[in-house]
């Protein structure tokens, strides 16, 4: 007897095909942010069947599921090899960068119950994972400047920051917007000096780093670093949901270790965030880290950094665009000269079917296009550079983009902490960017759009994205989202 009523399992698989046809592209090394692509197909075909076979497996309670306490304890200690972590070290496996940083932030703010009122030092270049933490966990931001001409963190500006309310202090390697190092050995001696942690961020960089030469000290083998957080679902080309975060004792670690005797039901332990969580992601990581090995990962790093360097030569050599900074790593950051913009060359790039990432401007610092750079990309080196030609000389030809007079009016008298739905809606009317029944419909190009964000102060911006989010994210056939039958 069958008790499934609904379409069968093919007609499903291609409606769930149909949907994705919408989205970015995961392989093929033509989406420069969000996926990273080793190009080995084997790789990819096994971390999906590994995926498969745990998904159903629950990280809830390491006595009920074995596997995957062992499968944990593997990666640490692998990614422990690999960033010089001294004995006695310890670590998780988290959902993602994010909760990574959530849990370092949370462990230096419970293992400092002295101080009233915690706060942590951020180089601006940091990534909003940690305003994120801020805003989550009660602990102050203090952000400092970077260096204006490296864009790496300013260890005496750290230090200048760094009070007795600090709990933590971060370093990023490399950051994610303009890909550059900060130094590390500095900024962890600001930190040891006064006994306060030293996170290093290496969520992007952590699985590309230890295999390229002559990289300044960042690892556990710098004293004073005490967490070390690496994202598996980026650079060790496993699916989406792994990342790690180390700590140089476990004894650090136990901040974020909870535990729940106080209601009912079993006893609550967890090491993250999460509770209930999939064996899936972790299996993934598991066993492709396994498969492409260390010498996998020296090769694919290699091809990265190569196609990194290859692009940035070329950008530079492009009339009308700079690299931001000497890429330390394989992120690349570029900007114009003025003669065009960063977001009518993201779209130019993308009607030739590659997504590069806009990035808004920041302080003194100009719009720019982020490039991640994954060893799949490196093979189309050479098609990338013909269209980024082609679409700077469109933008060039089209000039600036610019901002609507009416809607920039509009949006200077706005106040973001008071944007109510009318105001809003009529915003959207009025940028063109209204749907049926109060929903948004995003144009194909969106340069004009960016443009007029990028005008916007932080805050505004903050509000008008938060605003698009929860027209976006409505049940599907109501009011503001879109009928089945519309996608
Ligand atoms: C990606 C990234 C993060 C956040 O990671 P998610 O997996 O997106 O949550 C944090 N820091 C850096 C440097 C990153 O590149």
Redesign the pocket.
């Known amino acids: 007897m069958t008790h499934d009523a609904g379409p069968s399992a093919g007609s499903v698989l291609a409606e769930l095909r149909a949907l994705q046809a919408g989205d970015l592209p995961t392989h093929g090394g033509r989406t420069l942010a969000y996926v990273y692509d080793s190009g080995l197909a084997e790789a990819d075909s096994l971390g999906r069947e590994a995926l498969a076979m745990f998904a159903s497996s629950n990280g809830l309670d390491p006595t009920a599921f074995p596997s995957l306490q062992r499968m944990e304890n593997d990666l640490v200690a692998l990614a422990g090899s690999w960033l010089d972590a001294p004995p006695g070290f310890a670590g998780v496996v988290s959902s993602?960068?994010?909760e990574s940083?959530l849990l370092a932030v949370l462990a230096a703010r419970e293992e400092a119950p002295d101080v009233a009122d915690p706060s942590m030092v951020l180089p601006s270049s940091a990534?909003a994972?940690f305003l994120k933490a801020a805003a989550y966990l009660g602990v102050r931001a203090v952000v400092v400047d970077v260096d204006p001409h490296t864009l790496r963190a300013d260890p005496a500006a750290v230090a200048d920051a760094v009070d007795d309310s600090t709990v933590l202090v971060v370093a990023?390697a490399p950051?994610?917007a303009h890909g550059v190092l900060d130094p590390v050995a500095e900024v962890a001696t600001v930190a040891a000096a006064r006994g306060i942690r030293c996170h290093v961020?290496a969520?992007?960089g952590g699985w590309v780093l230890p295999h390229l030469d002559d990289v300044p000290p960042w690892t556990f083998a710098v004293p004073g670093v005490t967490s070390i957080s690496v994202?598996l679902?980026?650079y060790a080309y496993t699916p989406k949901g792994v990342?790690l975060l180390l700590h140089r004792d476990a004894a650090l670690r136990r901040g974020h270790l909870f535990a729940s005797a106080d209601w009912p039901g079993y006893t609550m332990l967890n090491s993250t965030l999460q509770s209930t969580k999939s064996g899936g992601p972790l299996a993934a990581a598991w066993a492709v880290t396994r498969h492409i090995g260390a010498e996998g990962y020296a090769r694919l790093a290699h091809a990265a950094r190569a196609a990194t360097l290859e692009l940035a030569d070329a950008a530079g050599a492009t009339d009308g665009l700079r690299v931001v900074a000497a890429p330390d790593s394989t992120l690349l950051a570029l900007a114009t000269d003025g003669s065009c913009d960063v977001f009518t060359i993201a779209d130019e790039m993308l009607a030739r079917g590659w997504f590069v990432q806009p990035q808004m401007a920041f302080g003194a610092l100009p719009p720019t296009l982020h490039l991640t750079l994954s060893a799949a990309t490196a093979p189309s080196v050479p098609e990338f550079v013909s269209a980024l030609r082609e679409a700077v000389a469109a933008a060039r030809t089209a000039g600036p983009v610019a901002v609507d007079p009416g809607l920039g009016g509009m949006l200077a008298g706005l106040d973001p902490t008071a944007l109510d739905d009318a105001a809003f809606a009529g915003l959207l009317a009025a940028a063109g960017l209204a749907g049926g029944d109060g929903g948004i419909a995003l144009p194909a190009r969106m340069a004009p759009v960016n443009a007029l964000l990028d005008a916007c102060p932080p805050r505004l911006r903050e509000a008008l994205l938060v605003g698009v989010l929860d027209r976006l994210s409505r049940p599907t056939g109501t009011a503001a989202g879109p009928a089945p039958s519309e996608t």
Do not use: V
Request: negative net charge; contains cysteine.
């Open positions: 993602g960068g994010t940083i990534h994972a990023s950051s994610y961020d969520c992007i994202d679902h980026k990342s």
